[in-house]
């Protein structure tokens, strides 16, 4: 049996996450409970790369535990005008892609080539313009346009990225790291197939023959998970497809507020993460508490929507192979 990969979120970070890590956090499978961890143990000088940042990386910035930004989205940390500010004064370093154009550097990490070519970006503004800009990341070449030597048409090359750790939220997993995924997962797959190191918290733990019964669902092996959490509700106020969905109660009453202003995400760190909080369980009693428990039964999943055929990975156990003497 290989080794188990299950720890506490707690160990989790303290041992895979460091000061200065290049950092992907799941799009649409929102590592929520990672990101308070990476934000209560005060981790600092990150840089979150993906095709869309959102949440977790305003709290991170918030939280002055993020120095720099590589996103197809960096609208989303701009809603909040203290972020604004620190990107206009280059205090935040960042460099602005297209969701397409991240995905393809993710997926150049994860394949080990060093830059990849896309026709994206031709044709307008966004290569001249986009050259200079206060928070410019200093030394960082972010494209380069050539002719392709196939056909001598324009092409833009992106550099690879390979985060040094890949944050994620996931239906499943085994003890072994195995884990399963399902639903709209936008650029996750190559996040983690671009990973050194891959730390994943999951709504259940399943055994090994769940996982081997329906191989199609693994989206990474054990062999390169670094740790699995077992963490209920690890993408809340995020949703997660099969469980439940965004929690817009709480999105629009606290958290959304929250991240207006460091000063207002400094009172709900104080309140919601440490040391008002000291762990997932006392958080998601809290989060009842702020909506109320009809809110709460609101965002479970009540309308399940499962597989109309069932699919069959059977094969011939003699394999049909031609013996010895028959082959030519």
């Not at 809340?236 to 207006?260: E, K, Q």
């Not at 699919?311 to 049909?320: C, F, I």
Request: aromatic share 8%; hydrophobic share 40%.
């Amino acid at each position: 049996m290989a080794r188990s990969k299950l720890m506490s979120l707690e160990e989790a970070v303290d041992h895979f996450v460091a000061d200065g890590d290049v950092v992907y956090a799941g799009y649409l499978c929102v590592p929520f409970a990672l990101t308070h961890e990476i934000v209560r143990q005060g981790k600092r000088d990150l840089e979150l790369v993906g095709a869309s940042v959102v949440w977790p990386t305003t709290e991170l910035v918030l939280a002055g535990c993020c120095r720099r930004i590589r996103s197809g989205y960096i609208g989303g940390p701009l809603r909040c005008r203290d972020i604004e500010a620190m990107m206009a004064s280059g205090e935040l370093e960042y460099e602005d892609y297209s969701n397409q154009g991240l995905a393809l550097m993710l997926m150049a990490g994860a394949l080990g080539i060093p830059f990849i070519p896309t026709r994206s970006f031709l044709g307008t503004d966004y290569l001249e313009r986009a050259e200079e800009h206060p928070g410019r990341i200093p030394g960082y070449k972010r494209l380069h346009v050539m002719e392709s030597p196939f056909d001598g048409q324009r092409v833009v090359l992106l550099p690879a990225i390979r985060p040094d750790v890949v944050i994620m939220h996931a239906q499943r997993a085994d003890e072994e790291g195995n884990v399963q995924m399902w639903g709209h997962l936008g650029d996750a797959r190559w996040g983690l197939w671009a990973g050194r190191k891959i730390v994943v918290t999951v709504e259940e733990i399943v055994p090994t023959e769940v996982v081997r019964a329906d191989p199609s669902r693994t989206v990474v092996p054990g062999a390169i998970v670094s740790a699995v959490v077992h963490c209920p509700y690890g993408a809340h106020p995020g949703g997660i497809a099969g469980y439940y969905d965004f929690d817009y109660a709480f999105l629009g009453r606290v958290l959304g507020p929250a991240l207006a202003s460091r000063e207002a995400f400094a009172r709900f760190q104080e309140e919601w993460i440490d040391p008002g909080v000291s762990d997932r369980q006392r958080y998601i009693a809290k989060v009842q508490e702020a909506i109320g428990l009809e809110a709460w039964r609101a965002i479970h999943v009540d309308r399940h929507l499962t597989p109309r055929a069932t699919v069959d990975y059977g094969y011939s156990v003699s394999l049909n192979l031609p013996r010895r003497e028959e082959q030519p």
